[in-house]
């Protein structure tokens, strides 16, 4: 393997829909939230993407089968809203900076042939005393008030480091809309309350209420 690829599962049909990525990352908070998008949704894999960039180890499950680390694209056609949900495994070392570009634009280029136009990112931003906080940066000023509006805080501080906020980065120079859900946190480890606060707080903003027993 000498450059990324994708596996394809099947053909999802989807009416323009919206991209969510959450990856692993500061409290997993991006993992998290979208594997509760996923749960939420009845999402079904269609897709996995597969690089050398990736870290050189396997996952073994629990019969002893080893498989390399991947990108999953799950597919979720919703009553208001369709779905593209990708998480994964990892993502590249950030010393490795042209791979986190190149796999940022293979995502798009990607998730752009299913129609997706809108993209929502979803990560974890380090905090002590905002537990259950959510804050947003967008690519435009409306959508940021938008979400606001909505009960986020807006994130001015600075960066938002790895996929979460290069692939908004990278959305909006190709002319798409979007925003990143940033979730406050400590980091010390998995964090599944900020990731539940991500979850729900995206799920209200789509206009879909969800239950604190998810």
């Known amino acids: 393997m000498d450059k990324p690829y994708f596996r394809k599962i099947f053909t999802p049909m989807l009416d323009n829909p919206i991209f969510v990525q959450g990856l692993p990352g500061f409290g997993n908070v991006g993992k998290i939230a979208a594997h509760l998008l996923i749960k939420f949704c009845g999402a079904k894999p269609f897709a996995?993407?597969?690089a050398p960039c990736f870290p050189d180890y396997v996952s073994v499950?629990?019969?002893g089968i080893c498989r390399l680390p991947k990108y999953e694209f799950y597919a979720a056609p919703m009553d208001k809203n369709d779905f593209i949900i990708m998480t994964g495994d990892t993502q590249p070392s950030f010393e490795d900076v042209i791979a986190h570009y190149e796999l940022c634009g293979e995502v798009l280029d990607f998730i752009v042939g299913y129609g997706c136009n809108f993209i929502i990112t979803l990560g974890g931003v380090p905090s002590v005393d905002d537990?259950?906080?959510?804050?947003?940066?967008?690519?435009?000023p409306r959508l940021a008030v938008e979400f606001?509006?909505?009960?986020?805080?807006?994130?001015?501080?600075?960066r938002i480091v790895g996929a979460a906020g290069l692939t908004i980065g990278m959305a909006k120079e190709r002319g798409l809309e979007g925003v990143c859900l940033l979730g406050a946190t400590t980091g010390f480890?998995?964090?599944?309350?900020a990731g539940f606060s991500v979850f729900k707080f995206l799920m209200k903003a789509m206009g879909n209420e969800v239950k604190e027993g998810l």
């Open 189 to 193: 480890r998995a964090d599944r309350g």
């Open 61 to 63: 499950n629990a019969d």
């Open 131 to 140: 537990a259950g906080r959510v804050y947003v940066a967008a690519t435009s």
């Open 148 to 158: 606001m509006e909505k009960g986020a805080v807006l994130y001015g501080k600075g």
């Open 48 to 50: 996995e993407m597969y």
